[in-house]
C-alpha cells in the first residue's frame, strides 16, 4: 500500500507558476511509476506526466514545455513543476503511484487531489 498526498495547488494569474508535491508513505516511490493526472469540471482524468521507474518522462502535449515532472527517491517525494499557467490549466491534479508485477498484477493509488484554478 502506498499513501499519497498532493500539496501545492492554489490560485494563480495566467503566466503565472506553481509546483506541486506528492508525498507517499507506505512504501518507496523507486518501484513505481509515478504520475500527474488533472481533472477539469465536466471532463475526463487525464494524464498530464509521468516519470517511469527506468527515468523517462513524458507530458502530454498541452503542457510540454511548460511543465516539469521530477521524484526525489530519498524524500519518497514526486514534484510537478508548473510555469507559464493559462487558464485551461485549471483543474484538481491528482498524483498516482503505478506498477505492474511478476503476476501482471496491477497497482494503482492515487492522493486526494489539488486544486490549481489558473485566473486574472
Known amino acids: 500500500q502506498v499513501q499519497l498526498v498532493e500539496s501545492g495547488g492554489g490560485l494563480v494569474g495566467p503566466g503565472g507558476s506553481l509546483r506541486l508535491s506528492c508525498a507517499a508513505s507506505g512504501r518507496t516511490i523507486s518501484i513505481y511509476a509515478m504520475g500527474w493526472y488533472r481533472q477539469a469540471p465536466g471532463k475526463q482524468r487525464e494524464l498530464v506526466a509521468v516519470?517511469?521507474?527506468?527515468?523517462?518522462?513524458n507530458y502530454a502535449d498541452s503542457v510540454r514545455g511548460r511543465f516539469t515532472i521530477s521524484r526525489d527517491n530519498a524524500k519518497n517525494t514526486v514534484y510537478l513543476q508548473m510555469n507559464s499557467l493559462k487558464p485551461e490549466d485549471t483543474a484538481v491534479y491528482y498524483c498516482?503511484?503505478?506498477?505492474?508485477?511478476?503476476?501482471?498484477?496491477?497497482?494503482?493509488?492515487w492522493g486526494q487531489g489539488t486544486q490549481v484554478t489558473v485566473s486574472s
Open positions: 516519470f517511469t521507474r527506468g527515468g523517462f518522462t
Open positions: 498516482n503511484a503505478h506498477r505492474v508485477d511478476v503476476a501482471n498484477e496491477v497497482y494503482d493509488y
